[in-house]
Every structure is written in C-alpha cells, then in structure tokens.
C-alpha cells in the first residue's frame, strides 16, 4: 500500500478516539448533574406567605400529562427515526447520479479508504445530535443548580412552620434549609425549576428536526409537507412548556428560559458544526471553481460612444 494509505487511517482514528473522549465527557458531566450529589444546590429564601410559590402540589412527575419517560423517549427516539428514515431516502434518490456519494467523499479517507456516504452522514448527524441533547442537560442542570429557583408549588411541599419562623408580616425574608419541615427530596426537586429542563430538551428536539427535514428534504412535492411538519413539531414543543405551566411545576420564566437554551444550542450546532446537513462540494465543481480563479484578467479596450463624446463637448462649452 502507499504511504498515504497507511498514515490516512491512522489519522482518522486519532481524530474518532478525541471525539468519542469529548462524547463521554458529556455524557459523565450530564449523569453526575442528573443522578448525583456531586453539585450542590443553591438554598434560596422566601418570603412568608409569598403567592408565587402557594400553588397546590400537582404530584409526581410520573403523573403529569407529558411525563419525563414520554418526553425523553420522544426526544431520544423520534429524531433518530427521521434522520434515518430521511438518509435513506436521499441515498436511494440520488445514487443514480453519484452526485451524493462525490459529496460525500471526505479528505481524510482519499481513494484507499472509503466509507459508505450514507452511514457517513447518518452517524454524523445523530452524534451530533445525542452531543446537543446531553449539552442541553448540562446547560439546564448547572442552571438549576447555580440559582436553586423555587417551583410554584415549593410552600406545599417546604411545609414552613410560620408560628415557629415568626412570621408576623408578609415582607419578613425567611432563608436557610432549616425553614422547611417536610419531604427533603421533594424539597430539593421543588428547588430546581430554572430553566426548565422539558422545555429545553423538547424544543431543542423540534429545532434541531425542523432545521433537518427543511434543508435536507428538496422533493417537488413537499412544498406543504414540510411546513405542516416542522410547525407541528415546534407546536408540540410549546405545549410541552405550557403544560408545566398550567401544572404549577414551572413558572413562565423558567419555560422561557428553557426554549431560549434549547433553541440556542440547536441552532449553533445545525449552522456551524453541520453546516445546514450540506456535504461537501463535488470535486468537479471544486476544480472549476479553481480553474476560474486562477484564469488571467483579460482588458477589454474601452470604446467612447459618440453620445459620450457629445455630453462631454457640451459640458466643457457649458
């Protein structure tokens, strides 16, 4: 073999393994933010008898009318089914031409090393992806934890003794973990409200697909299919966060917050990391584009009509 074919695949593996040890980071950092003590949470007062945190308990999370499994099974596996599904179907349309698979051949790999196109951009677009979702929960977990944002039904579950606080005017600030007296896991999920962490996952799940099926789907006859698609999506996302509201497991800021951080890092990652689901330019056009770059400047000689010469001799005479 060349010696170009031996140093090629070593540099793709080089540059897989750093990947894959940046996709593990995130994912330890997400499950010590999700399933550990390891970040402790800010502790934030109240004042006695404030309306914003009064609302009535509305029960586990299991029994909310978009419960976390639902959510994260729809966030984890919807997704996942599009970009395939979608892949594949640009594959089989355009294998034709060679147009797709001339796109798709990267640098790194040249003529010895080959990977199929379409396991190419489906691995691509998928671990980007997964990458986006588990940043997502980092953002939303280091939020929570950093500011410890109390949910509007954190009074029914703290379970303050007023009589014992002194509570005798509504202004006087109560602080410190001691002021609660009920359930302390329930006290600490009540604690960890901003941003809210379903509306950020949803949301980042519906951008990041509607960005997908708009810039990759080019078929005559989705003109109205697109659309309708992609704003249902977005619309499940938004009813997502307007049901933590209507629960009292979320106030407005929190849902806002969430959408914004999601949206973010969707958009971030579809134009800058995958460049809008584009492969690379044809080697063809890439030549041709070349070619007329590097091709001499020619001076065409400047004719002066005689209306030119009229104008200028009226001018001078003026």
């Avoid at 996709?23 to 933010?33: E, I, S």
């Avoid at 959510?71 to 892949?87: F, M, T």
């Avoid at 078929?219 to 933590?244: D, Q, S, Y």
């Avoid at 890092?265 to 584009?278: E, Q, Y």
Wanted: proline letters at 6%; hydrophobic letters at 45%.
């Amino acid at each position: 073999l060349p010696l170009h074919c031996l140093a090629v695949p070593s540099a793709l593996i080089s540059m897989l393994y750093f990947q894959m040890v940046i996709m593990a980071g995130t994912v330890m950092l997400a499950y010590y933010f999700e399933y550990t003590d390891t970040f402790t949470v800010n502790v934030q007062g109240f004042f006695c008898y404030e309306g914003s945190y009064r609302k009535p308990y509305p029960g586990p999370e299991d029994s909310s009318a978009v419960p976390p499994a639902l959510l994260y099974a729809l966030a984890a596996g919807v997704p996942v089914l599009v970009i395939i599904i979608g892949e594949t179907a640009v594959f089989c349309l355009q294998l034709a031409t060679r147009d797709f698979e001339n796109q798709e051949k990267t640098i790194l790999t040249g003529d010895c090393c080959y990977i199929n196109p379409l396991v190419r951009r489906t691995i691509r677009f998928l671990g980007i992806y997964a990458f986006g979702l588990f940043a997502t929960d980092i953002f939303v977990n280091a939020g929570q934890v950093v500011t410890g944002n109390l949910a509007p039904h954190f009074l029914a579950l703290c379970k303050p003794n007023y009589t014992a606080l002194g509570c005798q005017q509504f202004t006087q600030f109560i602080s410190g973990a001691h002021a609660c007296t009920g359930n302390p896991d329930l006290i600490m999920r009540a604690r960890k409200t901003f941003p809210s962490k379903e509306a950020a996952l949803s949301v980042y799940a519906a951008t990041y697909l509607t960005m997908y099926i708009t810039n990759t789907i080019k078929a005559r006859g989705t003109r109205l299919a697109k659309p309708v698609l992609c704003l249902g999506l977005i619309c499940l996302a938004f009813l997502t966060g307007i049901n933590r509201v209507a629960e009292y497991r979320n106030h407005w800021s929190d849902v806002i917050a969430g959408f914004i951080i999601g949206i973010s890092i969707a958009v971030f990652l579809v134009v800058c990391v995958v460049n809008n689901f584009r492969g690379r330019q044809p080697e063809h056009e890439n030549s041709h584009m070349d070619n007329l770059a590097q091709m001499p400047m020619i001076s065409i000689p400047r004719v002066e009509s005689p209306l030119e010469k009229v104008t200028s001799v009226q001018m001078i005479s003026f």
